[in-house]
């Protein structure tokens, strides 16, 4: 299984980005789709995930009334509309993709990953 993420660049505080997911295969397929971030010298971090094709969606804290993660069947797409970014967005996104019926925010619950795409939030 393969994912690829895309969508990440430079962009200024108080903008927004939209990042991509494409799994391999259908995204009806995986249980939990998810985006999680990770810095230099900090651990992945947990983002948002969408579960059970759509019907439930769950966001960190920090991103939560900014990020809305959301999938299209039909594209077989997963995505990310970050919004009102701020420098601590700043990060390596990588989209993931789990097949059993787990907790969408911890990483042990995803089975496939993506390469990464970096999301630079300049002040």
């Known amino acids: 299984v393969q994912l690829q993420a895309s969508g990440g660049g430079v962009v200024q505080a108080g903008g927004s980005l939209r990042l991509s997911c494409a799994p391999s295969?259908?995204?009806?397929?995986?249980?939990?789709l998810g985006w999680f971030r990770q810095t230099p010298g900090k651990g992945r971090e947990f983002v948002s995930a969408?579960?059970?094709?759509?019907?439930?969606?769950y966001y960190a804290n920090s991103v939560k009334g900014r990020f809305t993660i959301s999938q299209d069947n039909t594209k077989n797409l997963l995505h990310l509309q970050m919004n009102s970014l701020k420098p601590e967005d700043t990060a390596v996104y990588y989209c993931?993709?789990?097949?059993?019926?787990?907790?969408?925010?911890?990483?042990?619950?995803?089975?496939?990953w993506g390469q990464g795409t970096l999301v630079t939030v300049s002040s």
């Open positions: 993931a993709a789990g097949s059993r019926r787990a907790d969408g925010s911890t990483l042990g619950s995803y089975d496939f």
């Open positions: 295969g259908r995204t009806v397929d995986y249980y939990n």
């Open positions: 969408i579960s059970w094709s759509g019907g439930s969606t």
